[in-house]
């Protein structure tokens, strides 16, 4: 949470700050050795209130990530988060208690994000997708064990595990501190270590000197985005699948959908394969993406939005950024757009479409008070929703439906609803009764 809340305020309001950040990541390891070492009657109290505060953020997050998806069953996601937000009240309750609901719950938590982790890999084998699974899958073997309290007592495996979430959280945040602090001037905050894992950011501007202040006259930065389910003909509609991945057409034609940035009259950001990939008939979905994953061809790049609704059809979604950073972006793309390979999982729209849109709005927020808006990012259920689609992706890889979730959930922190925060959680409670709304639109095979 706290990479997507440094982007959009910028380095430039941290770097003199440096020891701040990295001071509360000192903080933070020290509580942890506390929790984790020390006298286990206040130690125990710490981990039911983190613990259990966790979970019921959690639950929130859900809730309120799951409100910016227009196709998505608000009553799946509100089950899920309801679940969530039950197990952190369990867990506060408990600290007045027993350890045994705190251990139950931190199990299932483990259990279920293992589970989401193998799951993950199993539908792309994404790079370093054996690592992935392999965290999963001591996720799931630790879970009974400490849900069951053996081998170790109950108090001895939750004390172990809240510190060293705290730990490693604040490991964490003293190296993003130490790096703000070498970070050169001209250098983007995506050129940080923690951005380089999957080369997505490879590409990150290196600018001399300040904006232009003729580029605040320029059009809004302009986000397009083809679902899989909304361009699809008549699509079979799956759990998850057609929303995130692929929906296939009555016809058996798969669709994955497309994502491409504007900026009129001259900037368009739009990357294809230059031959569509090719899926047997008769293989099943799974295997399909599975034996793609890693499939690196040669691409194009599109000059414009309406020779993309010429070649294929209009796009089902558009949102637009008034506040970004032209320059910004153009440095981005010049970088990404001389070489135009297509890879399925790392070269693919949705991973040019959501760095180059993280280029954009780097500094976006910068302002007098950096360390109030932090805070205010911080406690914003919108910046969580955008984080749940950026953990998501990061997790397998960007798809249009995860980066129309992010994107969204972006427009709705730079322009912040009227509605004050807990309206927003009892109108997304009113939503979840409703019945889930789907739809879909004619287009072809992508």
């Known amino acids: 949470?706290?990479?997507l809340a440094f982007i959009l305020i910028g380095a430039k309001a941290f770097r003199g700050k440096w020891y701040i950040v990295a001071g509360l990541g000192v903080a933070l390891i020290l509580l942890g050795l506390f929790v984790a070492f020390g006298p286990p009657s206040h130690a125990l109290l710490i981990a039911h209130a983190l613990l259990g505060t966790l979970f019921l953020s959690n639950g929130i997050l859900v809730a309120l990530g799951g409100a910016t998806a227009q196709d998505r069953s608000p009553l799946r996601a509100f089950l899920k988060s309801g679940g969530l937000v039950l197990m952190g009240g369990l867990v506060l309750?408990?600290?007045f208690w027993t350890p045994v609901a705190l251990a139950v719950a931190l199990g299932l938590a483990l259990a279920v994000d293992g589970a989401f982790r193998i799951t993950s890999t199993l539908v792309i084998l994404f790079p370093g997708w054996r690592v992935v699974m392999l965290i999963g899958g001591i996720e799931i073997l630790a879970a009974p064990m400490v849900a069951l309290g053996w081998p170790l007592s109950y108090e001895t495996a939750i004390l172990l595990a809240t510190g060293l979430m705290l730990a490693?959280?604040?490991?964490?945040?003293?190296?993003?501190?130490?790096?703000?602090?070498?970070?050169p001037p001209e250098f983007s905050i995506l050129n940080l270590p923690y951005f380089a894992g999957r080369g997505w950011y490879a590409h990150a501007p290196i600018l001399v000197g300040d904006d232009d202040p003729e580029d605040q006259n320029r059009p809004p930065l302009t986000v397009y985005v083809w679902t899989p389910a909304g361009v699809a003909t008549d699509p079979e509609r799956t759990l998850l699948m057609?929303?995130?991945?692929?929906?296939?057409?009555?016809?058996?034609?798969?669709?994955?959908?497309?994502?491409?940035?504007?900026?009129?009259?001259?900037?368009?950001?739009s990357h294809y394969p230059s031959e569509e990939l090719a899926i047997p008939e008769n293989m099943n979905k799974l295997s399909?993406?599975?034996?793609?994953?890693?499939?690196?061809?040669?691409?194009?790049?599109?000059?414009?939005?309406?020779?993309?609704?010429?070649?294929?059809?209009?796009?089902?979604?558009?949102?637009?950024?008034?506040?970004?950073?032209?320059?910004?972006?153009?440095?981005?793309?010049?970088?990404y757009s001389q070489d135009s390979t297509y890879h399925l999982t790392n070269r693919n729209c949705s991973v040019v479409a959501a760095a180059g849109l993280d280029a954009a709005l780097e500094g976006v927020l910068a302002g007098k008070r950096p360390w109030l808006r932090l805070l205010s990012l911080l406690l914003d259920p919108d910046l969580w929703g955008a984080v749940l689609a950026r953990n998501r992706a990061t997790a397998m890889t960007w798809t249009p439906g995860l980066f129309h979730d992010y994107a969204r959930a972006l427009g709705r922190v730079l322009q912040p609803t009227k509605m004050p925060w807990i309206t927003r959680l009892k109108w997304f409670v009113y939503r979840a009764r409703l019945s889930a709304r789907t739809f879909g639109r004619k287009g072809k095979h992508a």
């Open 1 to 3: 949470m706290f990479q």
């Open 93 to 95: 309750i408990a600290a």
């Open 168 to 183: 490693l959280f604040g490991r964490f945040l003293l190296e993003f501190g130490l790096s703000f602090r070498t970070l």
């Open 242 to 269: 057609d929303r995130y991945l692929a929906a296939v057409d009555k016809d058996g034609s798969y669709s994955t959908g497309h994502s491409a940035l504007e900026v009129k009259p001259d900037l368009y950001i």
């Open 288 to 335: 399909s993406l599975q034996s793609l994953a890693d499939t690196t061809q040669k691409g194009e790049f599109h000059d414009s939005y309406e020779g993309d609704v010429d070649w294929w059809c209009a796009a089902d979604v558009r949102l637009e950024f008034p506040r970004y950073s032209y320059r910004r972006l153009l440095a981005f793309w010049l970088g």
